[in-house]
């Protein structure tokens, strides 16, 4: 990874402004089908090849033993809708001020942006989402029983069959082509995430009913014994098996792949796992003597498994690129009682890898997350060092496939970053827990003295040090020494850049944003 001497204030800017205008193509190739994959709350640790011995993780081992592994692999923001958004548009969340959603939300991504599949499908490419969404659907009221726009297609992609939120909340229904899979016009579907409907069960009424506790948060509607977040009423017979979910959606992705296999296509394939609640399939049960958690994850490498069985059973293998990492870093207790922290530390488990934090954090374990590149024949297998951002996809794949980009977008062309072919990678990265800012910037971070609560009721610490924070990453990954009031010419420099990519959004005081 190359190194910045913080001796040069001056060259130091000037290196980071250069970093972001420069378009490097590189040398073409024929441009391959590209797939997305995106985990759900997979933390830096949770992956064998990046050091966990607890749980096994072979499919995904291969992709990043075959492709480029980044050591610095980072989501923009520790929380999963906005992570998703500037995986998808290029751009940081907090521009928009984008927030975790309720599962009734209003689509935030505009349908006149830019997005990823926007600038795919322009370049050729039959585009697709299948798996968890999360961005919202429809313009604010959504009629759950009649065709929801605006949604994915809107945004780009030509098909979708997606979840319209998180596998926690309602309504708990697949959503296919803007439409709800299996609904019966005699028995429509309501959601409300205020009240509940009349003769409704929920948590707190019918405990009786539960075959998952919940912790917190997830007091509302029961739908196959779990309870969820929000109310709902209908729609018996459109309802998830929560066990199920993963294969139908591989199902769903080998549809997709068989019928596109003659045309390039660009896939978004958002696994719902190891999210709450952590329900896997019977076969996986008990299968990593981790509890759900570990289940869940062995599951979400199974789903690549298949994926990948399918690519080489229709020949398509040496000509797709895959993209497997994490929407953020790792959460244990999340609003149900599944024994995930206890098995966790009874095996020496450690989701986050070590790092400082997790999901909800500013710390380095909200946004360090896996991040792996393969494409068979094309990429040399290399680990890199460099800092390298989700949100980069959008500009880099647009070098790769012929595509256009605005340049006003906050993603940086590292394509040949990507393909291990530059150790070289981001200068800086601004990154984000819910409104709060921060920034990693070569082997360092910087956080901004945020007030607030140390944890939130997940036992996450949420980065709010009271003081300002400066942490050498590459030497003290455990944030464990903070070097601000040591190293002040290293934190006058890391506060100048800090101000200026946040020139107008940072506020000093951010309120907590409760947990729903």
Known sequence: MRKITFTAGA??????????TEHKRAE??????????????LGFGDVSFYGSKTISTPNIDSLARGGVCFNNGYASSSTSTPSRYALLTGMYPWRDDIKILPGDAPLVVSTTQETLPKMMRKAGYTTGAIGKWHLGMG??????????????????????????????????????????????????????????????????????????QWAHGHQNSIVNGIPRIGYMKGGTKARWVDEDMADYFVEKVKGFLQENRERPFFLYYGLHEPHVPRAPHQRFAGSTGMGPRGDAIAEADWCVGELMKELRRLDLLDNTMIIFTSDNGPVLNDGYRDQARELAEACGHKPAGGLRGGKYSLFDGGTHVP???????????????????????????????????????????????MLGRDLN????????????LGLRMADYAYLPPYTGPETNQTGNELGNLGTEGLFDLKNDPAQTRNLAETDTTLLARM??????ETDGFYRPFVEEVPLK
């Open 425 to 436: 990678g981001r200068e800086e990265l601004v990154i984000e827990n819910q409104g709060k």
């Open 371 to 417: 991040l792996c590149i393969y494409w068979k024949g094309h990429i040399e297998p290399v680990v890199s060092d460099a800092l390298f951002c989700q949100m980069d996809i959008m500009a880099s794949l647009a070098d790769l496939v012929g595509g256009e980009v605005s340049d006003t977008l906050d993603s940086r062309p590292l394509l040949n970053t």
């Open 11 to 20: 060259a130091l800017l000037a290196a980071s402004t250069s970093c972001r």
């Open 495 to 500: 506060k100048q850049v800090f101000a200026r």
């Open 139 to 212: 313009n604010g009221t959504v009629n759950w029983n009649d065709t929801i726009r605006p949604g994915a297609r809107e945004i780009g992609f030509d098909y979708s069959c997606i979840i319209a939120a998180t596998n926690d909340r309602v309504p708990t229904v697949f959503v296919e082509n803007g439409g709800v899979v299996g609904l019966e016009a005699d028995d429509p579907i309501y959601v409300d995430y205020e009240k509940n409907f009349e003769g409704e069960p929920t948590a707190l009424e019918n405990p009786e009913m539960l075959r998952m």
């Open 28 to 41: 073409k190739s024929e441009t391959p089908n590209i797939i997305v994959i995106l985990a759900d709350d």
